[in-house]
């Protein structure tokens, strides 16, 4: 197999910690034109009105349903796709047509409901004009904002292809014709290594699969495109099978029919590229913000209130017996990325081979009296708060396994990585269900993992809040944790 580094590639990669991904545009252009709307109903008020507590809350209601209903209509008209977004002028009779059909929705309602007179005509004028006026030019400064972004490599869409027959050359020069906003390929690797080495469509043969797989667990990839023969239908199969476990796009390249037809793109982020999506990211674009922000803002509050807990719980622990307060163990975390996870020392301080790890089971004489007591009431873990705000952990998501464990289920337990799509968690959907504790079944495991990607295929607030409420529920009724 290739080595990565010989090959270059590690060399095109661009520092991860300042991209942003295509997906996040979208959300940023709604924000922007929410907020464009809001800022005309309220600077028109300002300046044409004087202030009158009966009537502000009418105008306060009038401008926040301007706001939702013309988002909703842009939404809907596919006004925030990325295609949309960078062609502004082009675009701006959908933009224009929506906030005249919510301003004429709201004066329908408001001329049934008979309280139009509490409205100012000159106000309702400035605002619906300055809200065309303004959108649009947000719209043209959030344009050349993101094309600044996009030369400057702020924003990119990282690609890697997976083939080098006639349908990765095709793809390759159709990429080449249609130039999709802020893509670049990173990479073009072979499945037969006597390919590796040699150009397709003037990209170089970086590696195998393996060192693509190597290179998506390194680096920050966005998609991952299968330019395969379908009639090979084995092949790509397993190809998928084996990309699923990774928290990257996967896409099958259409076949060789496909690029002798007028392509029609499909909606969503890859409209420019002629590919069928089969393997979506988990937990991306703004999703992915507000999981972080319900992480760092719940656990430095959870970190603040059990304060008191954490302190006597060390002293506890230090008094007991011999030994570091904190017990800290490798882990496999995000995209197989190892990690420190720290847990309260609950076991009596051994010297223990480091690539053996042995569950824990009842009554085990390794645990210690403290140890018992915050096993059972999962008080041990609550040192992975820290591990939240390091960013290596969520509050909610698969629960981390040792090392040796993963090794030992991934081999005998298919799909069993594609529980690392996202970040590992204090609390997940498998343990509020019964999961937990020692896993004495292969079945038990094989119940675990599909709980786990269960999950983090069907991310939402609120299952996050479900699963933190219910795990409070488990921690005090159930038992099986020891």
Not at 63 to 71: H, R
Not at 89 to 94: E, G, N
Not at 258 to 265: C, I, N, T, V
């Amino acid at each position: 197999m290739a080595e990565l580094g010989e090959s270059g590639v590690a060399d095109t990669a661009r520092n991860d910690a300042r991209t942003i991904t295509v997906g996040s545009l979208p959300g940023a252009a709604m924000v922007v034109d929410a907020l464009t709307l809001i800022g005309a109903g309220i600077a028109t008020h300002q300046a044409l009105l004087t202030y009158n507590s009966v009537t502000v809350e009418f105008y306060v209601f009038a401008i926040g349903f301007v706001t939702l209903v013309t988002i909703t209509l842009l939404s809907r008209s596919a006004m925030y796709e990325v295609d949309a977004i960078m062609r502004p002028i082009s675009r701006s009779d959908f933009l224009i047509v929506s906030v005249i059909t919510a301003f004429l929705l709201f004066l329908t309602i408001v001329v049934t409901l008979k309280v139009q007179d509490i409205f100012s005509n000159r106000w309702l004028v400035a605002f619906g004009v300055t809200s065309v006026v303004g959108m649009i030019l947000t719209r043209l400064l959030v344009w050349r904002l993101f094309r600044w972004m996009g030369d400057e490599g702020i924003i990119s869409r990282r690609l890697l292809v997976l083939g080098t027959g006639p349908q990765a050359q095709h793809f390759l020069h159709r990429l080449g014709q249609i130039k999709p906003y802020f893509t670049t390929i990173d990479g073009v690797f072979a499945t037969d290594t006597s390919e590796i080495g040699t150009l397709v469509e003037g990209q170089p043969v970086r590696g195998d699969f393996d060192a693509m797989i190597a290179f998506a667990r390194r680096k920050r990839v966005d998609d991952i495109i299968i330019a395969l023969p379908w009639n090979e239908e084995d092949l790509v199969s397993d190809t998928l099978d084996a990309l699923r476990e990774l928290p990257i796009n996967v896409s099958v390249s259409t076949d060789l029919v496909g690029y002798k037809l007028a392509f029609r793109p499909v909606m969503g982020s890859a409209s420019q590229i002629p590919v069928f999506e089969v393997v979506q990211r988990p937990i991306s674009g703004w999703s992915f913000l507000l999981k972080m922000l319900e992480d760092y803002v719940l656990s430095t509050l959870a970190l603040l209130l059990l304060s008191p807990v954490l302190i006597l719980v060390a002293i506890a622990i230090k008094l007991d017996s011999p030994g570091p307060v904190l017990f800290r163990q490798k882990r496999l975390g995000f995209n197989n990325r190892e990690f420190e996870i720290y847990k309260f020392r609950s076991m009596y301080h051994l010297e223990i081979p480091p690539h053996v790890t042995k569950q824990a089971t009842r009554d085990d004489p390794r645990i210690t009296p403290v140890g018992r007591i915050i096993r059972r009431t999962s008080i041990d873990e609550l040192p992975q708060l820290l591990n939240v705000l390091e960013g290596t952990m969520s509050l909610v998501g698969p629960r981390p396994h040792a090392l040796d464990h993963n090794e030992d289920f991934g081999r005998r337990i298919r799909g069993y990585f594609a529980r690392h799509k996202v970040k590992p968690g204090i609390t997940g959907w498998a343990q509020v269900n019964g999961l937990r504790g020692e896993t004495e079944a292969l079945d038990a495991m094989q119940a675990r993992v599909e709980h786990d990607v269960y999950y983090s295929e069907n991310w939402s607030l609120l299952f996050d809040l479900r699963i933190l409420f219910t795990t409070v529920l488990v921690v005090l009724f159930q038992r099986n944790a020891y």
